[in-house]
């Protein structure tokens, strides 16, 4: 509880944006942008053009914005749809409803298509109640039904009017996704029991939640699941190095780099702390402790001369330099062209 009050009052004091923000520059006007077809200026207004020279169906002119506050915005755009093909009246009457939408995310209104070829000043639409639940806001033209063959649009503003329940309530649905997908690769305990918690606390939102708590809900979420990626992926990075140090290890010895066990000692001592730390869940200190000791000893074995003769094969335990085997020496054995350490 005492962490669900923190995050509220983070959140009061300014983690998320001021009210009525404008994220007009985020849209790209361009044709690009919109991937048009072309330009077409009407009047004074430059718009991105979509054409062809017959009547498309189900196609889409669009783009998708990221990177945008999770909550309620409102827009205006510049949107005409238009038959200016020579068989317009076959599929729609001049002023024709229901043949093409323009949509912001869930919000969307219904366009006019009107049989023309030229266009003077285009039409200022107001789009109410877009709401914004992942970061995204995909917006563009759709047609239901054939009849448009010309779009143009620009956007005019938009503009973030603040955090409301019902994308707050969708974040936190798509966190939680993230939060257990999370969990199921998480080597850690602490970072688990993180988890666990916010999913805990998450669970219980309904749509009737308040924004305020809806606020914090994903400021645990978002927390827990980036410590834990974080936390996996430093570990990956750590661990990998280890492996690759033990694959070094591994190679010089098969190659029958040898020297006075005074020299092996260190090397086989940082193997077996490489080896406990590889299995190791949380403690990333003791890999690169393990790895740094591990590539130390090997520089120093691999300065030195091996020796000039061994055996190909030997049932019994020698040692490189001779000396008889016992407690200070444990031995080699070499079967099949690798050696081992004796029993």
Request: hydrophobic share 40%; charged share 20%; with cysteine.
């Amino acid at each position: 509880m005492k962490r669900l009050i923190f995050y509220i009052i983070i959140s009061l004091c300014g983690a998320l944006p001021t009210l009525a923000q404008d994220y007009t520059s985020k849209v790209k006007n361009t044709q690009a942008g919109w991937g048009g077809t072309g330009t077409y200026t009407a009047g004074s207004i430059t718009c991105a053009e979509y054409y062809t020279d017959y009547h498309f169906y189900h196609n889409t002119f669009r783009q998708t914005v990221t990177g945008l506050p999770v909550g309620v915005y409102e827009a205006e755009v510049y949107f005409n749809a238009s038959c200016a093909a020579w068989s317009c009246e076959l599929v729609a009457n001049d002023g024709d409803k229901g043949l093409t939408h323009f949509y912001m995310n869930d919000a969307e209104i219904d366009v006019p298509v009107y049989n023309i070829k030229a266009i003077s000043s285009p039409t200022l639409h107001t789009i109410s109640n877009i709401h914004v639940t992942d970061g995204t806001l995909r917006l563009g033209a759709r047609n239901d039904r054939e009849g448009a063959n010309w779009h143009i649009v620009r956007l005019k503003r938009l503009t973030y009017l603040g955090p409301d329940a019902q994308s707050l309530y969708f974040q936190v649905s798509s966190l939680l996704r993230e939060a257990r997908a999370a969990l199921t690769s998480c080597t850690s305990a602490s970072h688990a029991d993180a988890l666990r918690s916010a999913i805990a606390d998450a669970m219980e939102a309904t749509p009737l939640t308040d924004v305020e708590t809806l606020q914090a809900l994903t400021s645990a979420l978002q927390e827990a699941t980036t410590a834990s990626t974080a936390f996996e992926s430093e570990k990956s990075t750590v661990l990998k190095g280890i492996l690759a140090s033990l694959e070094k290890f591994q190679t010089q010895w098969n190659n029958g780099t040898d020297a006075a066990p005074s020299l092996w000692e260190p090397l086989l001592s940082a193997v077996v702390n490489a080896c406990i730390a590889k299995d190791s869940e949380t403690d990333l200190e003791a890999m690169s402790n393990a790895k740094a000791a591990l590539d130390e000893a090997m520089n120093i074995i691999t300065n030195v001369a091996p020796a000039a003769v061994r055996p190909a094969k030997s049932t019994n335990a020698f040692t490189p330099d001779g000396r008889a085997v016992g407690p200070a020496y444990r031995g080699i054995v070499i079967e099949g062209g690798r050696k081992s350490f004796r029993p």
